[in-house]
């Protein structure tokens, strides 16, 4: 399935005293690979909010760590819409670590984040057309 990938360096914030990024951090990195997701298909998790009143609160959310990200590295975020069905809508993601050319990348972590398309009063409802068509065209095998 294709993939949105977005690249970011590790801050020295976003680690603990040993140089090794906090096991949240790849949280608030699942969020920024949603946006840049949507982002990419020319669509605004803004405008979802503003234009459509659609909020996308997370229901669900794994990942599992497979080496650690450290203070300086370059990652990439991989970002997929992996399901969509009714109001409930899942994404799939895989943080890397970025080798040198001609190297192949590390794996950090995957996981996934389960979105309910909502209302301002988490009242479930459809997430907007032209963002389901958009979601769905990235799901299809090429």
Same mark, same amino acid.
């Given at each position: 399935?294709?993939?949105n990938?977005?690249?970011?360096?590790?801050?020295?914030?976003? @680690?603990?005293?040993?140089?090794?990024?906090?096991?949240?951090?790849?949280?608030?990195? $699942?969020?920024?690979?949603?946006?840049?997701?949507?982002?990419?298909?020319?669509?605004?998790?803004? &405008?979802? !909010?503003?234009?459509?009143?659609?909020?996308?609160?997370?229901?669900?959310? @794994?990942?599992?760590?497979?080496?650690?990200?450290?203070?300086?590295?370059?990652?990439?975020?991989? @970002?997929?819409?992996?399901?969509?069905?009714?109001s409930?809508?899942? $994404?799939?993601?895989?943080?890397?670590? +970025?080798?040198? !050319?001609?190297?192949?990348?590390?794996?950090?972590?995957?996981?996934? @984040?389960?979105?309910?398309?909502?209302?301002? &009063?988490?009242?479930? +409802?459809?997430?907007? !057309?032209?963002?389901?068509?958009?979601?769905?065209?990235?799901?299809? !095998?090429?």
């Amino acid at each position: 399935m294709p993939v949105n990938t977005y690249q970011v360096r590790v801050r020295y914030a976003e @680690t603990d005293q040993m140089g090794i990024v906090y096991y949240a951090n790849y949280l608030v990195w $699942f969020e920024l690979g949603r946006v840049e997701l949507l982002r990419s298909l020319g669509l605004a998790y803004s &405008q979802l !909010e503003k234009e459509h009143e659609c909020i996308l609160p997370v229901v669900e959310a @794994t990942c599992r760590y497979r080496a650690p990200a450290r203070y300086d590295d370059e990652i990439l975020i991989e @970002t997929r819409p992996a399901m969509l069905r009714g109001s409930v809508l899942k $994404f799939a993601y895989r943080i890397l670590r +970025k080798a040198p !050319e001609g190297e192949k990348h590390q794996l950090l972590a995957e996981g996934e @984040t389960v979105h309910v398309v909502c209302d301002d &009063q988490l009242c479930k +409802k459809p997430l907007p !057309e032209h963002y389901a068509e958009a979601l769905r065209a990235l799901m299809v !095998e090429p």
